[in-house]
């Protein structure tokens, strides 16, 4: 699939899930990049809500996060100068979105943890447009579980069930499509983040 169908699919339908967006080796890289700070202890546990209404909740959301700004690997920074602002033009000419920034970090959902049903837009701050999540794992097997449910639509159908295999790109709007993430046997991985317009 190319940038221009993937981004004309999540305008159109409100999401698009991409395998294979990245090649295996490409994948490899940025997940070495992850684990080099995983082992380091760099990684904070996520919170809920923004601001002074931040939270640790570890029965809502349990992964632990790296902040893409604070790692200046030269495979992170050139994914992010490169394909991600391929896809960042091509949601701004598919569909005058009028992105203007991304911000993101790496993921790690350890075993046994996961990610309760959520909308990525914050109540009082309006500027995430479209969420994204490349997977970073390597041979995900079905039993390894860890899949990321999507609930477009008015709610009444089956949920879209994405198996966080490595290299597969999940895109969605943000304010529009709930989602949520279930627990996995293995450290499951990731770089998520969100194209954001102008406050
Ligand atoms: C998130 C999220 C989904 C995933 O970080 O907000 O919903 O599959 N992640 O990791
Ligand atoms: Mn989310």
Same mark, same amino acid.
């Given at each position: ?11 159109? $339908? ?16 940025? #997940? ?83 990610? #309760? ?6 109540? *009082? *701050? *309006? ?13 995900? $097997? #079905? #039993? ?56």
């Amino acid at each position: 699939m190319n940038v221009p169908g993937f981004t004309m699919e999540v305008i159109r $339908q409100g999401w698009c899930v991409c395998p294979d967006f990245l090649t295996a080796r490409h994948t490899a890289e940025l #997940a070495d990049v992850l684990r080099e700070h995983w082992v380091r202890g760099e990684f904070d546990k996520a919170g809920i809500g923004r601001g002074a209404k931040r939270t640790i909740r570890h029965e809502i959301r349990g992964d632990h996060v790296l902040w893409l700004e604070d790692c200046t690997a030269p495979p992170v920074q050139q994914f992010v100068s490169t394909e991600l602002e391929e896809l960042r033009l091509a949601f701004n000419a598919a569909g005058y979105l009028g992105l203007h920034e991304f911000e993101g970090h790496f993921a790690v959902y350890p075993p046994g943890t996961g990610y #309760a049903r959520h909308l990525d837009r914050f109540r *009082d *701050d *309006d500027a995430r447009i479209v969420s994204l999540v490349l997977y970073l794992n390597q041979d995900w $097997q #079905a #039993a390894d579980g860890g899949e990321l449910l999507l609930y477009p639509g008015d709610g009444t159908q089956q949920p879209i069930t994405v198996s966080p295999a490595g290299g597969t790109l999940v895109g969605f709007l943000s304010a529009e499509v709930p989602h949520e993430v279930l627990p996995s046997r293995r450290d499951r991985l990731s770089l998520t983040g969100w194209f954001r317009r102008r406050p």
